[in-house]
């Protein structure tokens, strides 16, 4: 392999990202990335395409990102609390399946709000203009306003519609964090909080829900993301210290015009650029830990 930095949190335009699979998998051999993983939002089809695409050059972990229902801390704002898990794989569909139900149901109901508001767009509109046909969310739907003519971009409508506080937002019924790190165990994957900058719990209750997740299972934590502050960094790893869970890496790129600017394995400014090989190695040993426990609990 010829690369060396690490970047375990990635996104193409099979979830939320803007990029193709194709030029994610490019920029990462061209920012000298060694080990990647694509954790699109609760879907893993990206994994096979990506690793033909990037051969021998970068090792593809197999990934996911789940968002979680922080309701019982009076949270209602958006990416509160999402979880990666890492080396899942076909059977994590079993817990997808619930999703995407609930997945469809919001796409109903919010182009039913639309129409109340007096925007012509129907679920064809919808399917017509889609990134992956087979399972629609809001994005899919931001992106049919634009093509219709109701704003100029995807995230513009995105952000004059569906956001969070907007008359056409939906909430989706979701696990909470301890249900569903739970649930990721059970599935044989390895769960690691992702940006948990963007807990906004005030520093007691984060205490105590850490304390809680742990005991759920959860393995890691998204130490090295270019939102973290030096200060957060050192505030998280304090708790992989106290509580025997491995510090990641994950840029969360998106691609796209996000303001500031992320690069893949480089963050904001080059302040990611994470090459300490022994947190993948870490996250392997703790696959291997909880298939050897979910193999002796079924043999039992």
């Known amino acids: 392999m010829k690369g060396k930095f690490i970047d375990l949190h990635v996104h193409t335009n099979y979830s939320d990202g803007f990029d193709s699979i194709e030029d994610v998998i490019n920029q990462a051999k061209a920012s000298k990335v060694k080990v990647l993983s694509l954790t699109e939002h609760y879907n ?134 301890f249900e569903l790190v739970a649930k990721i165990v059970e599935y044989g994957g390895v769960p690691v909080l992702a940006h948990p900058k963007s807990l906004r719990l005030p520093k007691t209750k984060l205490d105590v829900f850490i304390k809680k997740i742990v005991k759920a299972g959860l393995c890691g934590i998204e130490v090295y993301n270019p939102n973290n502050s030096k200060e957060n960094r050192e505030t998280y790893l304090d708790y992989c210290r106290k509580y025997n869970l491995i510090a990641t890496v994950g840029s969360d790129y998106h691609g796209g015009n996000r303001k500031p600017v992320i690069k893949i394995g480089k963050g904001i400014g080059k302040n990611l650029l994470i090459s300490d ?12 830990q909880i298939d050897e426990s979910n193999n002796k609990t079924d043999s039992n």
């Not at 999402?82 to 999703?99: G, K, N, P, Q, T």
């Not at 109340?116 to 049919?144: H, M, T």
């Not at 952000?159 to 909430?171: A, F, I, R």
């Not at 090989?277 to 040993?285: A, G, H, L, W």
Request: charged fraction near 30%; charge should be positive.
């Open 44 to 177: 893993i089809s990206s994994y096979n395409i990506a690793k033909k695409l990037a051969k021998d050059d970068i090792e593809l972990i197999p990934g996911i990102e789940i968002g979680a229902d922080m309701s019982e801390y009076g949270s209602k704002k958006k990416h509160v609390c999402h979880i990666l898990a890492y080396f899942v794989d076909d059977s994590i569909c079993e817990l997808l399946d619930m999703y995407e139900i609930e997945r469809y149901e919001c796409v109903q109901k919010t182009i039913a709000l639309l129409n109340k508001e007096g925007i012509a767009i129907d679920i064809p509109d919808v399917l017509e203009y889609a990134r992956d046909r087979k399972s629609i969310g809001r994005f899919d739907i931001a992106i049919a306003l634009s093509k219709l003519g109701y704003a100029k971009t995807p995230q513009e409508a995105y952000g004059k519609y569906l956001d969070h506080g907007g008359n056409s937002y939906v909430q989706r019924k979701k696990l909470n964090p």
């Open 277 to 288: 090989m022994s947190i993948v190695k870490k996250i392997k040993e703790k696959k291997q």
